[in-house]
């Protein structure tokens, strides 16, 4: 196998170093948008916990401020769950 020039041994090493960057780069995005979308997940789980609490607690005639209070929705947010059961 012929060998490189210095110059060109310097390119190959320098293309090298930067497709190992970009590998990397891209490595930890992906693990951020991993990342993000766990959390995400999470965050629209407990929405929805509190959500059907909400329902229960309707159907069992609780009061509209008892139940914002209770669960931290928007008394909108409990009018319309309210509106779907009617």
């Known amino acids: 196998m012929a060998e490189l020039s210095p110059e ?3 390119l190959a090493e ?3 170093k930067a497709l ?3 590998n990397s780069i891209r490595g930890d995005g992906i693990e951020e948008g991993i990342k993000k979308g766990i959390e995400k997940g999470i965050e629209e789980g407990i929405k929805k916990g509190k959500r059907e609490i909400a329902k229960k607690m309707l159907m069992e005639g609780a009061d509209i401020n008892f139940i914002v209070k209770i669960t931290e929705l928007t ?3 409990v009018m ?3 509106s ?3």
């Open 8 to 10: 060109a041994r310097m």
């Open 14 to 16: 320098a293309r090298e």
């Open 20 to 22: 190992k960057d970009i």
């Open 75 to 77: 008394e909108s947010e």
């Open 80 to 82: 319309e769950l309210k």
């Open 84 to 86: 779907e059961l009617n």
